[in-house]
């Protein structure tokens, strides 16, 4: 059984680009939540999809978007990356949206 | 909205010996799950521990247990014989059913001393 796996592991981007990180759920997981946490931070929910459907997203703005795939793999997109978007970004997925949910290792992005 | 706060930055402890760490919660619902996850230096989150609100008992694994009082919102961990495995960031988190979207504190560093 394969666990949550993130890539990439390390990105640097600049100032008004944008980014895409991606999330392979464990198997059998429907369930994937996003998380950022900035330096000495808790992590701090973006959203969740569940069965390619948004399912609560927490205080972010839209230029944070999402998708899930019919694997169940996922992605967060950000646009127009500001200064502080610099964080670990975390992916967990769970077996269902009530359930343990098991994080990835996360990507650090760095936007300079 | 719901709030977790952790008010100890940092905590040292010796090996074997016990510690504590403290977490409150704010929060109005009456049934919720409460969480203990430790993070090492490689960035997973990993699960140490859970409570469901509506267990009057406190949960415990191994040598990791809690001392959950509901009245006061206080939701505090344990460990015992503590490990140099032990040293990591631990966050105290809660949600309201849904495992996937969690509020979390602000995390204790947790160092452990020959």
């Known amino acids: 059984e394969t666990g949550v796996t993130q890539s990439p592991t390390h990105l640097i981007k600049t100032r008004g680009q944008q980014v895409t990180l991606r999330c392979s759920s464990q198997s059998g997981h429907n369930t994937v939540s996003w998380y950022q946490q900035a330096l000495g931070q808790g992590p701090q929910f973006i959203f969740q999809?569940?069965?390619?459907?948004?399912?609560g997203r927490g205080n972010f703005p839209p230029r944070f978007s999402g998708l899930q795939f019919p694997n169940y793999s996922s992605e967060l997109n950000v646009n127009a990356l500001e200064l502080d978007d610099s964080a670990l970004y975390l992916c967990?997925?769970?077996?269902?949206?009530?359930?343990?949910?098991?994080f990835g290792q996360g990507t650090r992005l760095t936007v300079v | 909205a719901q709030t977790v706060t952790q008010s100890q930055p940092e905590m040292s402890v010796q090996e074997a010996e016990t510690v504590t760490l403290s977490c409150t919660y704010d929060?109005?619902?009456?049934?919720?799950?409460l969480f203990w996850y430790k993070q090492p230096p490689s960035r997973q989150m990993i699960l140490v521990i859970r409570q469901e609100a509506y267990k009057q008992q406190n949960a415990t694994e191994n040598r990791f247990s809690v001392n959950f009082q509901k009245a006061a919102k206080s939701f505090s961990l344990k460990i015992s014989d503590s490990q140099l495995g032990d040293a990591a960031m631990y966050f105290c988190a809660y949600n309201t059913g849904t495992a996937s979207k969690l509020t979390f504190g602000t995390g204790t560093r947790l160092q452990v001393t020959l």
């Open positions: 929060t109005s619902e009456s049934d919720y799950y």
């Open positions: 999809y569940y069965r390619e459907e948004e399912n």
């Open positions: 967990a997925s769970s077996l269902f949206v009530d359930t343990e949910a098991f």
